[in-house]
């Protein structure tokens, strides 16, 4: 098969004398690559996902998701395109949209809420940078206050967005996207005693690749990272993978 073909050609080369070292790093991830996909379509596994129907799904995107525990909700953002090619982003709770007491003069969209319901951190593009992460806090009256940009060192001149806040409140995941080579990696921020948030730290090589990692997702356990990408081995394009965390701290290999 096809597969086997892949392999067997990935396996000829590398054996050329005089082969450059990131030629034969592409040979053995073509190789990998052909691997899995082979072992994936022999054994697929018994999965079979529910669309959630028209009354969350349309014409539209839909994309970005987080399910409220406490609140039996589900967040997500409906990208909706305009004849002018632009398209405008909004949030969707349980199928209806959110309406703010505020205007915001940009793009908004891939909102996180924290566990307490009383912070709410999202992406705003089209000022200034590009994108950024941003936050408001829900106040006494239940109303959310006027966003704020969330400032250095988490919004750069890079392209910031997708925050995902952790489960404690003390973490916040998000996409940095690099204005060298144009590929997203996944930051996380720890928030100090004072409120303020630290440097952003890249997750590093088991999560991240040479190509684009997307939509971080930390479950509530607190341990467990969902995440895409079209970086790692998997069946093309955009792939769903999981990384655990290690008793350094670290991740685990995605």
């Not at 129907?53 to 967040?75: A, F, R």
Request: charged share 20%; hydrophobic share 30%.
């Amino acid at each position: 098969n096809r597969f086997d073909e892949s392999m067997a050609l990935c396996g000829w080369f590398k054996s050329l004398e005089g082969q450059k070292l990131h030629l034969t790093e592409i040979a053995d991830n073509i190789y990998k690559t052909a691997s899995f996909r082979k072992n994936a379509v022999a054994l697929p596994l018994d999965f079979n996902p529910i669309n959630l129907g028209d009354s969350i799904n349309s014409e539209s995107d839909e994309y970005v998701n987080q399910y409220i525990l406490n609140g039996h909700k589900l967040l997500y953002t409906r990208s909706v395109a305009h004849i002018d090619g632009n398209r405008e982003e909004s949030l969707r709770v349980n199928s209806k949209p959110v309406e703010f007491d505020w205007d915001f003069p940009c793009n908004i969209g891939a909102f996180s809420v924290s566990s307490d319901g009383k912070e709410m951190y999202f992406s705003g593009c089209g000022i200034d940078s590009g994108c950024d992460i941003y936050v408001s806090f829900l106040n006494e009256k239940g109303k959310w206050s006027q966003p704020q940009n969330v400032g250095w060192p988490i919004s750069t001149s890079s392209w910031e967005s997708q925050p995902c806040l952790s489960y404690d409140g003390k973490e916040l995941y998000f996409v940095r996207r690099s204005s060298k080579i144009w590929t997203t990696d996944l930051y996380v921020s720890h928030r100090n005693d004072g409120g303020s948030w630290s440097a952003p730290t890249n997750l590093g090589g088991n999560v991240n690749t040479d190509k684009n990692e997307m939509a971080p997702f930390l479950h509530p356990d607190m341990q467990t990272l969902y995440f895409s990408s079209d970086g790692h081995v998997g069946m093309g394009g955009f792939d769903l993978f999981m990384s655990r965390r290690t008793a350094d701290g670290g991740w685990s290999k995605a």
